[in-house]
Structures are given as C-alpha cells and as structure tokens.
C-alpha cells in the first residue's frame, strides 16, 4: 500500500526574514505615520506631533500601547482609537505567514519519535487504574479484612506501593488523580475507609506527602527544573526551618530601668534569702522576681541550663512563682493560676472517679488496713493489761 506524503505547515526563510524582524517594527515614526494614513485613519497634526514627541514607532507599538496611551494619542475620538488598535492587530497578524510544503515521510518520522518521547512525560492515570497486590504478609492481612491500616508499619507500606504504582505514569499527580487512586483502594478495601468525613481524607493527605517526599531529592531531575521554571520556586525567601523554630516568640514583660549587673545580684541574694525561710514575704519575691525579669529572660535565650535557672531563682520551682512568670511572657492570657484552677475544677471529680482505687497506694492502705485489723486483738489485750497495772498500782 502507498504512504501518502504528510502534509503540515511549516516556516520557509522568507517567512524567517519577515517575521523575525517584523514588518511592525522596523517602522520609523514617519513610516508608522504613513502606514496609518493610508489605512485610512485621518491623523491630525496635534495628534502626530504627540507621536513624534513620546517617540511612538513601530517598536513601540508592537511591544504593546495600553488604553491609557491609545487615548492620550488620539483624544476626544474613540473611532480613532477602535481603527488604530484594528491597525495594530492586522499589522501583527500579517508580519507571520505560513506556507503548505510536502514533507517526505523519512523527514516527519523522528518528529513523531520525539513527540512520543515528550507524551511519555506528561502520561496521565488511566482510568482504568488497579491497585497492584501488596507484600504477602499485607496481602493476607487484607484477604482477611484486618485493620491493618492502624498499624503504622502497614499504612507505610499501602502508601508506599500505591505511590509506586501512580508513580509509573507521572511524578506530579494533579488533585484528582490523588482522589482517584485512593478511591481505588477504599472501594477494594472498604474497611479501610476512614471514619469520618468522605471515606479517604487521610489517605489522600498521605499519599500526596508521600510524593513530595520523594520528588525532594529530585532537585537536578531534568522534569522537576522545568516545572520550577514553568511555576517558580515557591519557598524562595522563606526562613531556614531551624532558624524559624529557633526563635522564640516572648514578651519582654515589665523591665525596670537603671537595673545593672551589681542591682540584680542584690535581687538575687534578697530572693535567696527568703527562700531559706519558712514563711517568704511574697510582696518583697514578687517585686524582685519582677525587677529581674528582663535579665533573666536573657540569660534563658542565651542557652542557661533549667537546673542552673531553677537554682538561681528558685521561686520559680514553686506554683506561685512559674504562674507570675508565665503571665510576665503572656500577659493577654490573664491570671495563669486562676485560669488553671477553674479549668481543673471542671474536670476534677470526672478524674477523681476515674482513678479512685487503681492508683498503688490506694492498695498499699488496704494492705495496711487489713494488718491492723489482723492485729487489733493483740493491741486490745496489750492496753487492757497497760490499763489494769495502772490502776493496781494506783490503789495500792
């Protein structure tokens, strides 16, 4: 059978040499003057003056005049403005031509080699698509309807084979087929299904980590460049995730001006002082732990360790102490202790019934208490006779 020529169009070099310049752009501003008389636009003197003034040339009309230009050169006429835009468009379409040539099939053939090479990257996922079998163990898991999927271990691994088998189409799932390969899963495995919400939620957020996951190391693949030249680099300018967690988000609190090294080692003996008593005056620890509170806040942001911190101002080891200095951080969260307090008071006796006999000590009081009762006989003759010599002796 005789292969009919492929017929397509193509650019010839005169085509070339007429669009690569662009009969629009070599244009002077006389020329483009010129052109646009004879395309039947009137143009007045004022008007090609204001050409020749703002330097308007064919270049600069190919490059593109907002509506805002277009109407400062022909004022108070908007016919002017609709011709001159056709003008436009009819010089741009014509700086282009295309010819119909026969091309020989010897010469179209590795156009289409290369035209299957590009479609293998961008294939899409069939709609046909079939969850391949799992490792044996998983796969007899599942044969026999266990909630793996609860099981770490197991859920890696179902996201791991699913992302291998989406991953032979294309790298860069689009959001529906995220949902169709999880749907997949669930309706062949419905007790995988979530419990709340559509039924796959999970699975679509795993699956979709999974994949950026794994396109991460991907940075000199040659697909995953030009997506970032396509879209652009969305993390450019971001902070190092270290360095954003690093920092610490604290209010400076009350700080008291005039305070040096010497003043606050005065605090700090004065807040020693009272910790060695049995009753502290907790006016005077609450102003110095105030007073101190700038410096210390410095001193834990330079990296003191929580046992030199609790040794130096002990009072904050106490509750009364680590409130105040919670609420010196956050001042908009209010009074920390009376917070606490009304929020463990709706809890409370739901915990209290909750833990009342299986804590260890409670069975270590009913050890106790059985072995007193078992000795309560011995204990009772042991007084009886005490009491009886007393009374002897007494009335002796």
Not at 12 to 35: I, Q
Not at 141 to 167: F, G, Q, S
Not at 219 to 244: H, I, L, M, Y
Request: net charge positive; hydrophobic share 35%.
């Amino acid at each position: 059978m005789q292969q009919v020529p492929f017929l397509f169009y193509q650019r010839t070099e005169m085509d070339y040499e007429l669009a690569s310049p662009g009969v629009l752009c070599s244009l002077s501003t006389e020329e483009l003057l010129t052109k646009i008389q004879e395309w039947g636009l009137d143009v007045t003197e004022a008007e090609a003056q204001r050409f020749r003034d703002n330097e308007v040339d064919g270049d600069t009309v190919d490059c593109g005049l907002t509506e805002t230009m277009v109407a400062y050169l022909f004022q108070g006429s908007f016919k002017k403005q609709v011709k001159f835009n056709q003008f436009v468009s009819r010089m741009k379409e014509s700086s282009v031509t295309l010819t119909l040539q026969t091309v020989s099939p010897e010469d179209w053939q590795p156009s289409t080699s290369s035209t299957s090479i590009s479609n293998e990257n961008t294939l899409r996922l069939p709609a046909s698509f079939e969850i391949p079998r799992f490792p044996k163990n998983l796969q007899l898991k599942l044969d026999n309807k266990e909630p793996c999927h609860k099981n770490p271990r197991d859920r890696h691994t179902i996201i791991r084979v699913l992302y291998e088998a989406v991953a032979q189409y294309t790298m860069y799932p689009t959001n529906s087929e995220y949902v169709q390969a999880v749907k997949t899963l669930v309706m062949k495995y419905p007790f995988l299904k979530d419990r709340e919400g559509n039924g796959y939620h999970t699975w679509h957020m795993s699956l979709r980590r999974k994949f950026k996951s794994e396109r991460a190391p991907l940075v000199d693949s040659e697909a995953v460049r030009r997506c970032k030249e396509k879209f652009g680099s969305t993390r450019r300018g971001q902070p190092n995730k270290c360095q954003r967690t690093s920092q610490r988000n604290v209010c400076q609190g009350p700080c008291v001006q005039g305070e040096d090294l010497l003043s606050i080692d005065a605090h700090l003996k004065v807040l020693q002082c009272q910790y060695q008593k049995m009753q502290p005056d907790t006016m005077v620890v609450h102003n110095r732990m105030q007073q101190t509170f700038a410096w210390r806040q410095k001193e834990i942001a330079d990296g003191m360790p929580v046992e030199d911190v609790l040794k130096k101002y002990p009072f904050l080891g106490m509750p009364t102490g680590l409130c105040n200095e919670l609420g010196w951080i956050q001042p908009t969260t209010g009074n920390v202790s009376q917070r606490f307090r009304e929020g463990l008071s709706c809890v409370a006796a739901k915990v209290i019934d909750l833990t009342r006999g299986k804590t260890p000590l409670y069975q270590l009081y009913l050890d106790a208490r059985e072995a007193l009762t078992d000795d309560l006989p011995g204990i009772c003759f042991f007084f009886f006779n005490f009491k009886a010599s007393i009374l002897y002796n007494f009335y002796r």
